[in-house]
């Protein structure tokens, strides 16, 4: 009985103490791993060593800064950290600010939160579409499949190629897939 109640709290005492980490960072060796306070999700944590992610890419660039605003008042934030590959089609600020006033700080309150999150996954296919990819999917007349449950139509109009109306001005590759600039937010119809 002594053992038994012995090996019950050994392995009491071993759960408890092998929960804890008190250690606000880690070295696995070939990358130091850090992780913050405020968000406890993928998106969290910060690695020194590894190429940038899309979300990372996203947050070092000004013209950003609005869909950065608007991927974390979301709180979509791990899904653009994903190990993908994800191809995300990203609205620079000007076209945030194509929308009707007043648009972007009503989708950023918290009771629109789905909303928000549900036109942000809209550029977002789960998928690898580099920039020639994309021209094979116009060619054969594909729609790509997005993240938000919907079809957006590809185009090539004079060598230049279109996602769900809007051209397609940039292609950033980064760790987990590509970021294709664009300057209109892509709402779905519904």
């Known amino acids: 009985m002594n053992t038994r109640i012995l090996l019950i709290t050994a392995l009491f005492i071993f759960s408890f103490v092998s929960c804890k980490n008190d250690k606000p960072a880690t070295d696995t060796g070939s990358e130091k791993v850090t992780e913050s306070t405020e968000h406890k999700g993928q998106a969290s944590v910060t690695d020194t060593e590894s190429d940038a992610n899309a979300l990372q890419v996203a947050k070092s660039i000004d013209d950003f800064s609005t869909l950065v605003a608007a991927i974390e ?56 579409y580099p920039i020639k990819q994309l021209k094979k999917e116009a060619k054969k007349g594909r729609d790509l499949y997005m993240a938000s449950g919907k079809y957006l139509m590809v185009e090539n109009k004079d060598g230049k190629i279109f996602v769900g109306g809007t051209e397609v001005l940039k292609t950033v590759q980064v760790s987990n897939g590509w970021i294709h600039v664009i300057d209109d937010v892509l709402v779905p119809a519904e």
């Open 73 to 128: 008042a979301a709180g979509v934030e791990d899904a653009v950290v994903n190990a993908g590959p994800l191809t995300i089609f990203a609205p620079l600020n000007s076209a945030f600010a194509k929308l009707p006033e007043g648009t972007v700080e009503n989708l950023v309150l918290p009771e629109n939160k789905a909303t928000l999150a549900f036109i942000l996954t809209n550029h977002v296919a789960p998928a690898n």
